[in-house]
């Protein structure tokens, strides 16, 4: 990986200033045409809205220019196309529901996404090397955890549609699980970067199953009682899925053993299907993606969904010309299918590979990460996002059952938005790290590295 | 790392590979099911906003859509709800199009019929909602109103046709409702009016002229049976017939009498022709089995019985019995034991008989029209089948007149034209209750419209109701209205 050249390498700043122009055309336009098709006027507050939105986009392009120059130059356009397509059905949605100015999903959706976006700025500035992180692996934990867990809490915990899964403070109401994610990345990456070789290297061999030891199977059964307590109390199988999943994920990466990943499947496969047997809303889940159209069926909300992709078809019904609304959780849950619905077939592959590409973008960076920290961290946030997409696109088209879970960056709602855009800023850290020269490496890291964090890895820079 | 890393890569394309075909398989090959799955209000959404065609009838809309400020864009209206009721249908967003033309012809009204395509791809390609063709009917207004005013408040149902082209002239069917109640957009209202329609107990909704009921003809299949014999060259107007008092069904004990009880001609025999003036059942019973099943069924699959049609409405096939053993064969013989009629059947069987032999096939779209008036569709006249020879439709045109001249339908008659009918009194049940029918044609040397009348016993007794008291009234206003059509 260590390559010493003599010549700078491109930024890809200004590879990333056109895309990014090019993603503020494509959403503007969608603006346009939603405007067109719903209200028959092209929006009167164009001018302002597009001023905005370049504004607070190309401050962030800025940004980077200053504190991530050797950042990857697609994260962004692809984080700022995906948000700014998710605004426009909101509000596309807004006006399907008769939503008034002062109540419109879509103008709070705008809000968060700017405090996403500032976020993401401080993140660049206060974190300016992501190995500082690994200090606070335990810290990571206990926040994570405490987060996954607050909606349990009296007073502030609170249940919407069956799962118990937001706190609610002073009129905000927030889901916790979004935020415990990056904490416990952060945690994963950091504990099993220390402990990968007691991990991968002690242990009985096992026909072709590399054992591990009794005592090194405690954090797998940690996480996984974790995710069993998750699919239980809150009653949330998407969450319970994507930690377990993500942590697995991770654990492999760390130990390159795929004894770990059959052991962790079939643990979780145990779980869930013991789940499935004990706890009836687990079953009514499994009925539904059985048979959504069954007389039987206790919910039509898989089989609305169904229709309303069935309806968008090969070309869509373009933008505001369909009938998502008459979806459940049409701008949340069932986002996805909405695109479908007006995208069509056509228009959701793209965004599936623009998804795709985001996280083959995250991959890329650990591949670059030049130390085991990085690598874990950065795998761990480019792989739950493209689990999440798996677990929500696959509950919507009946490859899992369904769970709710937000789309990244498209769902309504505050904190998901918020996590992602801290997820792209944390892959934005690290690739920069990655992908900036070893001469201006040398010259700006002056920091102290952690410790370990430069100390050769056994097979990590293959 | 960097090993894991690559696999897991593979692992997530996999996942978004599953992902694709998943969204494949739901937008592209199930598509189409799942937009035809039932209560998909998507498609029925799609359809309403964009401008349903009208029906016309002699110009003017019986059905029209008319713009709305609401989410569902159009509303359906219906100018003379009540009287076309059963030839419309109703178009509602809570229930779809009902029956009638608007279930039938949905796909030409509503603009999306493949045979539509070609006119409709330059409003695709500009994105332009497409709008529904127009039919223009065959039914004739004053028909039509003599026969809604004529039936007025009694259950049954009336049909006329235009012999020579099998166009439908009235079709009337009471109790009607008003569509209006059920295309409105006060969905609370529709959903109320509709569970009223539908659980009435005298079904509103069922359209009696086509189908849904099907009748027991009583002595209008005399005319089939008479045509049988006529077409069997062993039989002639002047033959001779048994007509005893009572005729006793071969092996049985049981014996039918004649209309009460009287004797058809004062003699043991009488011939043909007055059989059918009088509407002799003794002897109609003896031809019967003389003739036997088969002979019958083939006259009767002949006109039309044994095969459902589109006319575009559904008119359910007519039945005559096939397991009928000799007494019940001898039953059939006045339109008895399990022969089954719809009015559309009788009303084809006088058209045969007035269009010399030949019925043609009923119709009731005249032209399907475009947005703009120009024309997309004509039907064109068909033959349906060659009934009887021409000579047979001669000699049953006479005994035809005879009986509105001198039998049992002489309150048909329509005075200055020469009118050709049948009439029957169909029991069913066993208590004696009886439907009334009358069947004919006018004028009966070039007739232009043939008629069929059933009026349904209003109690489960017999009242004294007969097909020549009842129905026979009804049928002379519809004739008189569309002789000088």
Known sequence: MTTVTTFRPRTGRTTELVLLLFAIGIVLLAYVNVGLAVREEVPANLGMTAGIFVGVTVAFHLVLRWKARYADPLLLPIATLLNGLGLVMILRLDYAAGRGVDSLVAGRQVMWSALGIILAAAVLFIIRDHRSLRRYTYIAMVVGFALLLAPMLPVIGHAENGSRLWIRIAGFSFQPGEVAKIALTVFFAGYLVATRDALSLVGRRFLFLQLPRGRDLGPILAAWGLSILILVAQRDLGSSLLFFGLFVAVLYVATERVSWIIIGLSLFAAGAFVAWRIFAHVQTRVDLWLDPFGADASSDQVAKGLMGMGHGGLFGTGLGEGYPHLTYFANSDYIFASFAEELGLIGVFAMLMLYALLVERGLRTAIGAREGFGKLLAAGLAFSIGLQVFVVVGGLTRVIPLTGLTTPFLSAGGSSLIANWIIVALLLRISDHARRPVAERVADDDRQPAPGATAPQPGGAR | ?485
């Open chain 2, 1 to 485: 790392m960097n090993s894991p890393i690559r696999k897991l890569a593979v692992v997530v394309s996999l996942m978004f590979a599953a992902l694709l075909v998943a969204i494949t398989w739901i937008q592209f090959f199930q598509a189409d099911t799942l937009r035809e799955t039932a209560g998909n209000r998507r498609t029925l959404l799609q359809e309403y906003g964009r401008e349903r065609g009208a029906i016309l009838v002699d110009g003017t809309p019986i059905a029209e859509s008319e713009p709305t400020d609401n989410d569902l864009r159009w509303m359906r209206t219906y100018s003379q709800g009540q009287r076309y009721s059963h030839v419309s249908g109703y178009y509602s967003f809570t229930y779809g199009p009902g029956p009638g033309l608007e279930r039938s012809s949905n796909a030409l009204l509503a603009g999306s019929d493949s045979s539509l395509f070609y006119r409709r791809l330059p409003d695709i390609l500009i994105g332009r909602e497409p709008t529904g063709a127009t039919l223009e009917l065959t039914i004739d207004a004053d028909v039509q109103r003599a026969a809604d005013e004529a039936l007025g408040d009694r259950r049954g149902a009336v049909v006329a046709l235009d012999p020579s082209t099998g166009a439908i002239l009235a079709l009337v069917s009471h109790p009607t409702y008003d569509p209006n109640s059920l295309s409105s957009h006060n969905l609370n209202a529709v959903q109320q009016a509709y569970e009223q329609l539908s659980t009435d107990e005298s079904r509103p909704l069922t359209n009696r002229a086509t189908g849904g009921d099907l009748y027991p003809p009583g002595s209008v299949f005399k005319l089939v049976v008479a045509a049988a014999a006529l077409e069997s060259n062993e039989f002639d107007p002047d033959s001779e017939l048994p007509s005893p008092l009572r005729y006793t069904l071969p092996g049985t004990e049981t014996s039918i009498p004649n209309f009460g009880g009287s004797s058809c001609s004062g003699e043991d025999t009488t011939t043909l022709f007055d059989s059918v003036r009088v509407s002799c059942n003794t002897s109609f019973g003896w031809l019967a089995n003389e003739l036997g099943a088969e002979t019958l069924n083939q006259q009767a699959e002949a006109f039309g019985f044994g095969q459902s049609l589109q006319v575009p409405l559904p008119v359910t096939a007519s039945r005559y019995p096939v397991d009928a053993d000799d007494a019940q064969v001898g039953l059939t013989g006045i339109g008895q034991y399990d022969v089954r009629v719809t009015p559309m059947q009788v009303a084809m069987v006088s058209a045969g008989i007035a269009n010399g032999g030949q019925v043609m096939t009923p119709y009731l779209v005249e032209t399907v029209r475009d947005k703009d008036l120009s024309e997309i569709d004509t039907t064109k006249a068909q033959e349906f089948n060659d009934a009887i020879s021409e000579t047979t439709a001669q000699q049953l045109t006479e005994m035809m007149v005879a009986v509105v001249e001198s039998g049992s339908g002489s309150r048909a008659a329509v005075p200055g034209v020469q009118v050709a009918g049948k009439t029957g009194t169909a029991e069913f049940g066993t208590s004696g209750a009886a439907h009334a029918w009358f069947t004919g044609f006018a004028p009966a040397d070039d007739p232009n419209i043939a008629v069929a009348v059933v009026v349904e016993s209003a109690t489960d007794d017999w009242t004294g109701e007969t097909g020549g008291v009842v129905a026979a009234p009804i049928a002379q206003q519809v004739l008189e209205a569309g002789v000088n059509r």
